[in-house]
């Protein structure tokens, strides 16, 4: 398997993932809703290593402007994944933590979406690089 077929099945397996965590949260599942939370977790975790991976191929510099935005997204997705985590916590014992943990989630679930847009759109701009790694 090559890099990029890894990748594309590692988002793939994410995003259904990331689907099944949304449809557990919205059922009040529980028990489904925190194994999938931690297999979307490793899931994301191996398809950013393929990814970056698959980067190295590419020219990404000559991508423009997309390529900043995508990786300071990227970065900023990542760390702000804490929120929905900690408050998805406070949310198992809280209604107040339940509301804000819905709020939180759902600002996640967009900003992964942006970012799967916007490294779909750097890596189709990006040209390859030669063997030679020029
Ligand atoms: C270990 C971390 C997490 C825990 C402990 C947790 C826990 C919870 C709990 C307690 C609920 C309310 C449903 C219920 O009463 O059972 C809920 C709802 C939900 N969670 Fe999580 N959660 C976690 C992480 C996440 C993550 C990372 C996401 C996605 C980014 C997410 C997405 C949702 C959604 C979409 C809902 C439904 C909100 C709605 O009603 O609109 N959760 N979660």
């Known amino acids: 398997m090559t890099d990029a077929q890894a990748f594309l099945a590692g988002l793939v397996t994410t995003v259904a993932l990331l689907g099944g965590v949304i449809v557990s949260g ?14 979307f977790f490793a899931s994301l975790a191996l398809t ?7 980067g190295r191929a590419l020219d990404l510099e000559a991508a423009g402007w997309i390529t900043p935005v995508h990786l ?14 900690a408050t998805g916590f406070l949310a198992l014992s809280s209604e107040r933590w339940k ?12 900003l992964t979406l942006l970012t799967v847009g916007t490294g779909a759109w750097m890596a189709l701009s990006a040209p390859p690089l030669d063997p030679a790694g020029r």
């Open 48 to 54: 950013i290593y393929y990814a970056e991976r698959m």
């Open 99 to 110: 509301a804000r943990h819905k709020v939180l989630a759902w600002l996640l679930v967009a």
């Open 26 to 39: 919205l059922r009040e599942a529980r028990r489904a809703h925190i194994p999938l939370v931690l297999c």
């Open 72 to 85: 300071g997204l990227a970065k900023g997705t990542t760390v702000a994944y804490v929120l929905p985590v």
